[in-house]
């Protein structure tokens, strides 16, 4: 456990991870005691009643404003382990789903459109530069990762700097959204958090690798093989502050540290975060190791088809609400839930 | 199985039997190639790729038609085997809150509005007279079942015109809905639908009995005492649509019948067809004996609380959607869900 009263001291992250309070104890017993006087059995919402308790003790109020309108942020990162053939989609295509994301042409665009929930795309590491659009954030801190199965994927210093486009992009979107929802983009970006995962958890990297979109067997051995070698360079697991940005910067991704900093930054603005898929989950492993306080303000959208993303959710306690063998990231599987949530804040 | 060519001929459950045609797997197919042409992974969308291919043979075009506006029906009935003590509950609150459905006071109002969904209450077997009221429909069969611990809960003529309640209701919502959702009120239905899936699966009455809306101890072993009982009534799992008659009939609830009417009416119009908790799984059970067919246009909105609602999906083959842990009933768990099924049609 971390012995260091002010990590990251004088920097974004430092006061952040400062400013992260614990729910409302009060505001959250007032939910639950709302709900146990309305006419309905005591705890007849199942799952719902505990949302609807942790949105108020998120907002500190009772009943909870309404998670309305939601915005998702979708970092987008290529990776240098690219090259070790861990999957069969050139690496361009994280360039062109950029593209395509800006455009209002994928599948989270469409799903976000339904809800009247707002999308941001923030290119945070993408290998080849993006073309300056509305809706696109350039806050490239390098050009992808270097190959996280030879060496460091990062610097420590470029780790942090990603965790905090990551707060930026929350506080920002916090101003004016009831929820933030997090997505990803990054050609093969569930190797790296499936190495997260292995170094934050413990777990075996046989169980914790998937098949990401696809992969088949030849390739599922070598991506197991990979996130062995790199999980092998992290001397345990993360224990304080500055041990979790240096396994984050060993094996991790641009966007998985952006969407660090995403919960960090919501869970500073005492706005509910809502975790799509893998990403986003081992992300939520790192920002857990860097405040554990900040998992207080996070909800799991949903269980997806990848097999480390379970693990993740689990080692940080928390029950997703769908789960229905996604496997498609963007936001898409987060979006699918928001009705869900907003359902429990109606609740109250 | 069934050997009758024409069960029920000359009724109204009959001919609907009759009118249920199986998927268009034409369209099906069309739906599933559409969706491997978008710009995603093949399958990466999971189970809402079976729902949106569901929906287009359901419909027999592709894309399916949106599934809105939805329609829900709270069927509502009363069960002689209160006598017993197998609830907490007083009989009367199922008439007032038939009568909080009809005015609009109930969780299922508050969902349904928020979807842009109506609300039809039916009256199908309430032990107390209703008031009439607009939203209300009197099709009272008899004035609740006869206590199924010690006889027969109706006689098949009674069953028979309760599923066709069902039908009724069914046939006038799918004019002008797109999809039709199972709502359910009725003190003790949950005894027996406990029943019903104990009868049509072979389960445990232990293993499918559960606390319905707050059992304690001692009530749930009165609970499942009961069921065993009534169970054991029942000469062997239905193998004919008599047979499932006969068994609705002597373990059933009026609410149950006209569930299952309801299913079989959805299916005849080709309109898919939404189910809630236990009350609805047990009737589904019913209506899959009844019309085997006639599962191929149901969805399960969510798995509950109750231990023979799982039982039940299980041995329908269907998955559900959601898994919250929800134990209300009134057709909330299954609104939802209708998010879900929503964005599965604007997938296509």
Redesign the interface.
């Given at each position: 456990m971390s012995t260091d009263p002010t990590p990251f001291a004088g920097t974004l992250l430092g006061t952040t991870i400062a400013a992260v309070r614990p729910r409302d104890t009060a505001a959250e017993q007032a939910a639950r005691d709302r709900l146990d006087r309305?006419?309905?059995?005591?705890?007849?919402?199942?799952?719902?009643e505990d949302v609807a308790a942790q949105l108020a003790g998120i907002a500190g109020q009772c009943p909870a404003p309404l998670p309305t309108p939601a915005a998702v942020a979708v970092f987008a990162g290529d990776h240098g382990v690219h090259a070790q053939g861990v999957t069969h989609w050139p690496q361009e295509v994280t360039a062109q789903m950029v593209a395509?994301l800006v455009a209002g042409?994928?599948?989270v665009n469409?799903?976000a459109a339904?809800l009247g929930a707002d999308v941001v795309v923030v290119d945070v590491g993408v290998a080849t530069p993006t073309a300056p659009a509305a809706g696109l954030l350039d806050r490239n801190v390098r050009r992808g990762t270097a190959d996280l199965a030879v060496g460091p994927a990062m610097t420590p210093e470029e780790a942090r700097r990603a965790v905090e486009v990551g707060i930026e992009v929350a506080t920002t979107l916090a101003a004016d959204h009831g929820c933030l929802v997090t997505g990803d983009m990054g050609i093969t970006n569930t190797t790296a958090s499936a190495a997260l995962v292995c170094a934050f958890t413990g777990a075996d990297p046989a169980a914790a690798t998937g098949r990401g979109?696809?992969a088949d067997d030849p390739t599922l051995a070598r991506k197991v093989e990979v996130v062995t070698q790199a999980v092998a360079r992290v001397p345990g697991r993360p224990a304080t502050p500055d041990q979790a940005l240096a396994a984050l910067a060993e094996v991790g991704g641009l966007e998985h540290a952006a969407l660090a900093g995403f919960v960090l930054g919501a869970a500073a603005a005492r706005v509910p975060v809502l975790l799509d898929g893998v990403i986003a989950g081992s992300a939520a492993l790192v920002a857990a190791a860097l405040c554990p306080t900040a998992l207080e303000h996070v909800l799991a959208g949903h269980t997806?088809?990848e097999p480390g993303h379970s693990l993740a959710l689990r080692a940080l306690g928390l029950r997703p609400?769908?789960?229905?063998?996604?496997?498609?990231g963007e936001g898409?599987g987060a979006l699918?839930a928001m009705?869900?949530v907003?359902?429990a804040a109606?609740?109250l």
């Open positions: 309305m006419t309905k059995p005591p705890g007849a919402l199942g799952v719902l395509n042409g994928a599948v469409a799903f339904q979109t696809g997806s088809a609400l769908l789960g229905l063998d996604l496997r498609l898409t699918l009705p869900l907003a359902s109606r609740a």
